[in-house]
């Protein structure tokens, strides 16, 4: 089995900054891609950025410019790095990985368990 956990989210004023960590365990052969995805209240989980094992990003429109999507592939971890926090970045932020498991050959999706980002204006 394979477990992923978040931690970083809390609540910040506007202009603010937080990091977000991601870290993945268990029976795991290798993470091909991994990234954020959030859900505000009442509406439909988007996504925010991605990052392939080689280290290439995508990011939503709404925080090019003002967050950063890394990772750490020796320690299974992927980060977001939030600057110039606003409002709208309100949302419940789920980390997301393709991991194939050892002694298998398909990467199956794993979804971590959420962490709360409160931006106040």
């Known amino acids: 089995q394979v477990q992923l956990v978040e931690s970083g989210g809390g609540l910040v004023q506007a202009g603010g900054s937080l990091r977000l960590s991601c870290a993945a365990s268990g029976s795991i052969f290798r993470i091909n891609a991994m990234g954020w995805y959030r859900q505000a209240p009442g509406k439909q989980r988007e996504l925010v950025a991605t990052?392939?094992?080689?280290?290439?990003?995508n990011y939503a429109d709404s925080v090019k410019g003002r967050f950063t999507i890394s990772r750490d592939n020796a320690k299974n971890t992927v980060y977001l790095q939030m600057n110039s926090l606003k409002p709208d970045d309100t949302a419940v932020y789920y980390c997301?990985?393709?991991?194939?498991?050892?002694?298998?050959?398909?990467?199956?999706?794993?979804w971590g368990q959420g962490t709360q980002v409160t931006v106040s204006s």
């Open positions: 997301n990985a393709a991991v194939v498991r050892t002694g298998t050959i398909w990467a199956v999706e794993y």
């Open positions: 990052i392939t094992s080689g280290g290439s990003t």
